[in-house]
């Protein structure tokens, strides 16, 4: 299961060893996004954690990122290539060529975590969520640019992608989550893969949503 650390304006960026630990469990890749100068810049397809950490570092000192709304994804992969042009975030497009630049300037841009049912594996070049975005986000764009904020698309979006985690952000830094999230300090996370059982509360075993099976079952180690 890929994680999404999420960061609002006003706060730094999370420890360099915060970001390794998500990394070590979803190595297939990773990307990041935030706002600036009414745009939503995204950078992504970095596959080594070395790459990864020296473009954030380099893009903090360029866009000083605790201004600004900062969502970041490591995925592991499930469905499509798993490759530079098949890392989140996504921008909201039906063009092929959007959805897997490894920079790219947008309105709006999106990342997920889980598995969207009714796309995955339809696709040999295309994974799920950029399946999702062709086929579904992109026509509600159309209707309403701000389709993400109004709780009627938020509910249909949330049924769609089957119980998992997606959030959006704008181009002035405002952050929408759907789905369930954890929050860690000043931070969200899609999920606690990352963390190790040591710090968890062994007083009440964490319930592990499997997507596939639609039901929840609780970790026995």
């Not at 939503?40 to 866009?63: D, P």
């Not at 959805?99 to 300037?105: A, P, W």
């Not at 860690?184 to 899609?190: A, E, L």
């Amino acid at each position: 299961m890929c994680v999404i650390l999420v960061k609002e304006r006003g706060i730094e960026l999370p420890t360099k060893g915060v970001l390794e630990s998500c990394w070590k469990r979803n190595p297939d890749g990773a990307g990041f996004m935030f706002n600036n100068s009414n745009k939503v810049v995204i950078m992504k397809g970095f596959m080594t954690f070395e790459e990864f950490y020296l473009r954030l570092q380099t893009a903090n000192e360029f866009y000083h990122l605790k201004e600004k709304g900062v969502v970041i994804h490591f995925r592991i992969a499930t469905s499509g290539l798993k490759d530079k042009g098949n890392c989140h975030p996504y921008p909201i497009s039906n063009d092929n060529l959007d959805l897997r630049k490894s920079f790219i300037l947008t309105e709006l841009g999106i990342a997920h975590n889980g598995i969207i049912r009714n796309y995955n594996g339809k696709d040999k070049v295309l994974n799920d969520t950029q399946l999702f975005i062709k086929n579904d986000l992109f026509e509600l764009n159309s209707l309403d640019k701000e389709f993400y904020k109004n709780v009627i698309f938020q509910s249909m979006i949330e049924r769609l992608i089957d119980g998992s985690r997606l959030v959006f952000l704008n181009q002035k830094g405002e952050i929408i989550k759907l789905g369930d999230w954890f929050q860690d300090g000043n931070y969200y996370f899609s999920n606690l893969n990352h963390v190790s059982k040591k710090f968890l509360n062994i007083n009440k075993r964490p319930q592990i949503f499997d997507n596939d099976l639609k039901y929840f079952d609780e970790e026995n180690e």
